[in-house]
């Protein structure tokens, strides 16, 4: 005898690096989370985090906005601007903008 059963509940797939930025705010969406900040994260005071992950080791220098953003290990922002739809990582920023529409997050 053959059934249905449901074994995905979501089918995210991770070919471009807009993706990974995706995938994380949906984890946060599900688990019903503002944000995820990992271990050692330093937050200059005034620094507002909404809909973001960051991971180990962030730092942030300086009073911003971060906003539907992904955050690497060890990254240290030293920007006075958001961050906004965008994933960073040492050495590199990637704009998200393009690929993320109200829907996705």
């Known amino acids: 005898r053959?059934?249905?059963a449901e074994v995905i509940r979501d089918d995210l797939n991770i070919s471009y690096p807009e993706d990974l930025l995706v995938v994380n705010l949906h984890y946060l969406r599900r688990k019903g989370l503002e944000s995820w900040i990992g271990k050692d994260v330093q937050l200059a005071p005034g620094t507002t985090v909404e809909n973001s992950v960051?991971?180990?080791g962030v730092r942030v220098e300086h009073p911003i906005a971060i906003k539907d953003s992904l955050i690497f290990p060890g990254k240290s922002i030293?920007?006075?601007t958001p961050v906004e739809r965008k994933i960073l990582l040492d050495g590199r920023e990637v704009d998200c903008a393009h690929a993320i529409d109200g829907t996705a997050i």
Request: charged share 45%; no cysteine; glycine share 0%.
């Open 54 to 56: 960051l991971m180990d």
């Open 78 to 80: 030293t920007r006075r």
């Open 2 to 4: 053959v059934r249905s």
